[in-house]
């Protein structure tokens, strides 16, 4: 049973927003630096922002600076991504991901567990 579940993407016009979310089950969410990837057609995956256990510290790709916010509540077992000023390249699969470790190793592409990802879409 995978223990982190994505949901919230869907399709978009280009300057508009989403808040993709990740529920976890089965694992001490409190325990894992969390991160959020993404996968566009024909490309590989690609790290998009991570989020220390106690949200002391959040990292993001060059590419999403600005206009994405991770961020989570380990009351809820849950994870954010909001998204805003979405472009046509932000396009893709969004997978959740957990590291037992440290969100430096999601920086790295490294983690533990990962979702079923969710569909992003966004048009011109």
């Known amino acids: 049973q995978v223990p982190l579940v994505e949901s919230g993407g869907g399709l978009v016009q280009a300057g508009g927003s989403l808040r993709p979310s990740c529920v976890a089950s089965?694992?001490?969410?409190?325990?894992?630096?969390m991160g959020w990837f993404r996968q566009a057609p024909g490309k590989e995956r690609e790290f998009v922002a991570a989020?220390?256990?106690?949200?002391?510290?959040?990292y993001y790709a060059d590419s999403v600076k600005g206009r994405f916010t991770i961020s989570r509540d380990n009351a809820k077992n849950t994870l954010y991504l909001q998204m805003n000023s979405l472009k046509p390249e932000d396009t893709g699969i969004y997978y959740c991901?957990?590291?037992?470790?440290?969100?430096?190793?999601?920086?790295?592409?490294?983690?533990?567990?990962w979702g079923q990802g969710t569909q992003v879409t966004v048009s011109s």
């Open positions: 089965g694992l001490t969410f409190s325990r894992y630096a």
């Open positions: 991901a957990a590291d037992w470790n440290s969100s430096d190793d999601l920086v790295r592409g490294e983690f533990d567990y």
């Open positions: 989020i220390s256990r106690g949200s002391t510290r959040t």
